[in-house]
RNA sequence: GCGCCAGUAGCUCAGCUGGAUAGAGCAACGGACUUCUAAUCCGUAGGCCGGGGGUUCGAGUCCUCCCUGGCGCGCCA
């Protein structure tokens, strides 16, 4: 509705351009805005007061010229010149009546989108390390990453979501002889605590356990030194490949799936770096100093150039994430969109740096960053360390509260913001969870369209269809049809901003007027024609709230 | 020290990329079930949008300088 309002302010400003004589060329946007105050009118644009600077004329002068041309459109019942020059309009009530019918029509593929025009994107999100379970933490970035994919799907973009495993390094190393020492102490060969930066998880112990069971005792010889790299070859993609799969389990508990899971070593093996860093060095941005080669990324806006081989020769992993994202854009992709936790943020600017350099717009390349999820339990914090290994995982937070709160709470606050997350209020069976107040609407809902069947109304059929909505005159329920046209407007500005948290509040406040109307009035009456319309606007809103809960990854139950 | 993000009601947070008189939930208080589900609703109360200056018709939103908190500043990943 807002697209043909501006349309109908877009045909007034030409005309009246044309009549002062005016370039129509160089028109400002036309943007038009629902005002907060309901008394101005359904739509209101302030495109008077932004052609008053050029045209140096009154912007309520240049309101009333517009009013006048306004007027002359049949679906717009009220055109009024307000304050320092906004034009308000409203709609004659038989367009919302008609939007009604339209939506209902629709059914599941109302607010489908091209506002995406089938560009193709990729969402990187959780890629977390393979040494050890995914945490609560890693589970917010799970749920804005699946989230944002399914939202922007919706919107017209032809989405994948990728998983990059980060199985190389260092860090791989002491996985494996994290796992090789419990092992060992199994064995009676080690004891007391771990070495120092050793991954000191259960998870571990477990794990060396179904070694034993498997592969008996002679893996490894007793009197092995922890420097030793023996039995590695073994432990180290045994370890990362339990820990891989275990990941994979909670995300599909979770349900998040991917498209692609790409490791990291593969851009090793398969010589990408060395490509990639070759493209880098014709292009003069790499050079050597105190034995380690360096990549000039302050030339592209970062505070400091950055390593990409060490001294030692050993490639970094900025290194690898260069050839990675250089190969997502080769891979055809016109939107990279990385989740990444908020304590990486330093990280960013040397990887814009690094795609600017490959002569990839990094325009193209946008970085979510997801800030961490503190604990409680009943408004008393649970701590968490993971040096420790004494973390709550996102699989116990599920199966505690399920899935549907887990994914609902994780996308309660903007995602740049903190978030804390408290178990009891999550699994909650009572008012005070906000998880269950849009789908008890739904289910609500579905209540009244079972009460409706009792009584005989075709709900699925031609009846309401040929129900025309006239009967929908009261103020609440114009606000109702509103806001479900509002729908579509709100999945543009979420899927544009790359915000998924907007989806819970628009639900809310959904639901809010649902729940509202349904205590002041009854939808099946004695009155068969007002019935008949209240139950075509309650069927629209069962369908928007089951839409944006299948976008939330969240289930619409039919009775609670 | 430098950089990034935040600071909005007692608490937790929204605020649609500059609009008109700043919103919601929780907490507090008072009400509503003979009804299509009370996991709901209605009402009351609550504010120097951290502070100063600037940009303009107009600022919670933009620019600048301070204050406070979190994070980052490795030849780790």
């Known amino acids: 509705m807002k697209k043909r309002v501006g349309e109908f302010v877009r045909r007034a400003v030409t005309a009246v351009a044309a009549e002062r004589g005016f370039a129509a060329a160089d028109l400002p946007e036309i943007v038009i805005e629902q005002p907060r105050e309901k008394s101005f009118g359904d739509f209101a644009s302030n495109i008077a007061m932004q052609l008053a600077g050029r045209w140096k004329t009154n912007p309520r002068a240049i309101g009333e010229a517009l009013r006048l041309e306004l007027e002359k459109e049949p679906d717009l019942a009220r055109v009024t010149v307000d304050g320092p020059g906004f034009i308000n309009m409203t709609l004659d009530v038989g367009c919302w009546h008609r939007r009604l019918v339209e939506i209902a029509e629709a059914g599941d593929d ?10 193709k994107v990729l969402v990187e999100f959780v890629s977390a390390n393979p040494t050890g379970p995914l945490h609560i933490g890693h589970g917010r970035g799970a749920a804005v990453g699946d989230v944002l994919a399914r939202l922007l799907t919706r919107a017209g973009y032809e989405v994948d979501r990728e998983y990059y495993v980060n199985d190389a390094g260092n860090q791989m190393r002491i996985l494996g002889r994290s796992l090789r020492w419990r092992y060992l102490e199994l064995l009676g060969h080690r004891s007391g605590p771990l070495p120092e930066g050793y991954y000191q998880g259960e998870y571990l112990v477990k794990l ?6 498997a592969h008996g005792d002679g893996l490894v010889p007793a009197d092995l030194t922890e420097d030793d790299d023996q039995g590695l070859d073994f432990f180290t993609p045994y370890a990362a490949e339990a820990i891989l799969n275990g990941i994979r389990n ?4 979770f ?3 991917f498209e692609y899971w790409t490791s990291e070593k593969e851009f090793f093996t398969s010589g990408r770096v060395d490509a990639v860093l070759d493209e880098l060095r014709e292009k003069g941005v790499l050079y050597e100093q105190d034995g380690a080669l360096w990549f000039a990324s302050s030339r592209f806006g970062d505070e400091k150039d950055r390593v990409v081989v060490r001294a030692n020769g050993v490639k970094t992993y900025f290194a690898s994430d260069i050839a990675y994202h250089r190969d997502k854009f080769e891979r055809g992709y016109d939107l990279l969109i990385d989740v990444w936790g908020a304590d990486h943020h330093g990280y960013v600017p040397r990887l814009r740096a690094a795609i600017e350099a490959l002569g990839c717009d990094p325009e193209r390349f946008a970085v979510i960053l997801v800030q961490l999820v503190s604990l409680s339990r009943g408004g008393t914090p649970v701590a968490m360390s993971t040096r420790s290994g004494e973390f709550i995982t996102l699989e116990e937070v599920v199966r505690e509260v399920g899935r549907d709160a887990a994914r609902y709470f994780f996308l309660t606050r903007r995602s740049d913001s903190h978030l804390e997350f408290d178990l009891e209020l999550a699994k909650a069976q009572n008012n005070d969870n906000p998880v269950y107040y849009a789908q008890y609407a739904h289910a609500r809902i579905c209540s009244i369209l079972r009460k409706a069947r009792e009584e005989e109304f075709d709900v699925h059929g031609t009846e309401l269809r040929a129900g025309c909505g006239s009967c929908l005159t009261m103020p609440e329920e114009l606000e109702l049809i509103k806001k479900l046209d509002d729908f579509t407007a709100l999945l543009e500005s979420a899927a544009r901003n790359l915000e998924p948290h907007r989806l819970t509040y628009y639900l809310d406040d959904l639901a809010t007027r649902f729940h509202s109307y349904y205590n002041r009035h009854r939808v099946v009456t004695d009155d068969r024609e007002t019935s008949r319309d209240r139950l075509l606007l309650v069927t629209c809103i ?3 709230i089951n839409i944006c809960l299948g976008l939330l990854g969240v289930s619409s139950p039919e009775r609670m």
């Open 110 to 119: 109302f607010a489908r989108l091209d506002y995406g025009r089938g560009r």
């Open 255 to 257: 349900g998040v799936g």
């Open 542 to 544: 069962r369908q928007v």
């Open 250 to 253: 909670d995300l599909e508990l």
């Open 208 to 213: 060396a356990q179904e070694v034993r069971s």
